[in-house]
């Protein structure tokens, strides 16, 4: 199993390639929450911050879309977030035997 850590544009290229893949899309709870996260970590600049936060609401849409990711997971507290994709991957593909 391959697993890739992509934005939109990678997923849509990802797409064009008719590979046989599934999507997964995390999302933070809303923009907002988006903001406190990429402001408190002070990673990036202010320049940085505000264009990913431009580029956030479009692909929120497009990960919001139907037909665009076969599972949506709210990344609202991480260890849950952790669980519910641990517990996706483990229903896709239950031959494998993930470590938790």
Do not use: H
């Not at 064009?16 to 990036?44: M, Q, V």
């Amino acid at each position: 199993m391959c697993i890739l850590d992509i934005d939109i544009q990678g997923v849509q290229n990802v797409k064009k390639a008719n590979l046989e893949c599934k999507y997964l899309f995390i999302e933070p709870p809303s923009l907002e929450d988006l903001e406190k996260r990429l402001r408190g970590r002070n990673t990036e600049t202010e320049d940085k911050i505000k264009i990913r936060l431009q580029n956030a609401a479009g692909e929120l849409e497009y990960g919001k879309a139907e037909g665009n990711f076969d599972a949506v997971i709210t990344n609202v507290n991480v260890d849950q977030s952790v669980d519910e994709v641990l517990a996706t991957l483990k229903a896709w593909y239950p031959i494998l035997n993930l470590v938790e």
